[in-house]
């Protein structure tokens, strides 16, 4: 196993033409901009119930909750794209003898991994607002981006809306559950495996199979791009 020691001088933020460059290209994510009402008003001034003017006040703040993890999702998008238009070697980084193209692989790696979490904590933020805004019956704990909560939707364009994100980000999906709960995709998998073969238990060596950084690149890039469609189609329709 290769030894990889990085000098922290080698970790180079973005430059302001980097991000420049990238900010192009970066689609836009929007919020809902919903408007603050303190629960107090709504309910002495607008005669709101008080769960009325709970819902209203806290559409406003599970929105600024949004805007924050917009943020960190937009950093994260510009920071891998950063350190893979560096270049580094496609395939095992680890064998180059180009220090600060390994650390370039390295980089990308990291902030390809963290990506997908940004990505789907913002899914899921959006979820809490969808459920707030229509009213749907399921507690904020039990809340999961799954075919229960649309069922609990009266909205057939929100359904319909939701239903296509899921199967558009679907690899996306598959690529944050192998980094949170199975074997890290961006390592060369070189793990034996058992099967049977007319009733003969066989070893198969792993080959060393790793997902290119080029197929990483592609799903993020087409990813936050359907996050962007999907954000608006939602605002548009919620404004409505």
């Known amino acids: 196993m290769t030894e990889i020691n990085i000098e922290s001088d080698q970790l180079k933020f973005p430059t302001k033409e980097e991000r420049s460059e990238i900010q192009k290209i970066t689609p836009k994510l929007c919020c809902f901009d919903f408007k603050f009402n303190s629960e107090a008003e709504s309910i002495i001034v607008k005669k709101m119930s008080f769960a009325d003017a709970s819902r209203n006040s806290n559409l406003y703040w ?17 920071y891998a794209l950063t350190n893979y238009n560096r270049g580094f070697s496609e395939g095992d980084y680890r064998e180059d003898t180009d220090k600060n193209r390994v ?3 390295v980089m990308f790696d990291y902030y390809a991994e963290i990506y997908y979490y940004h990505f789907f904590s913002t899914r899921d933020i959006i979820a809490q607002i969808i459920r707030l805004y229509y009213r749907v019956d399921i507690a904020e704990d039990r809340l999961f981006f799954n075919q229960a909560f649309i069922n609990k939707i ?10 296509s994100f ?31 073969i007319e009733g003969k238990k066989c070893l198969r060596i792993g080959g060393g199979k790793i997902i290119s950084t080029q197929e990483f690149l592609d799903n993020i890039n087409s990813s936050i791009n359907t996050l ?9 329709v919620m404004n409505g």
């Not at 599970?62 to 510009?78: A, H, P, V």
């Not at 009266?154 to 239903?163: D, G, P, R, T």
């Not at 962007?228 to 548009?236: G, I």
Request: aromatic share 8%.
């Open 103 to 105: 650390v370039n692989g």
């Open 154 to 163: 009266e909205n057939s364009e929100i359904k319909n809306l939701i239903k």
């Open 166 to 196: 899921i199967e558009t980000t679907k690899n996306a999906s598959q690529y944050r559950n192998a980094f949170a709960h199975r074997f890290t995709p961006t390592l060369r998998d070189n793990r034996s495996t058992i099967s049977e």
């Open 62 to 78: 599970w929105d600024n909750c949004l805007i924050n993890r917009i943020g960190k999702l937009n950093e994260t998008f510009i």
């Open 228 to 236: 962007s469609v999907f954000l608006k189609d939602l605002k548009d």
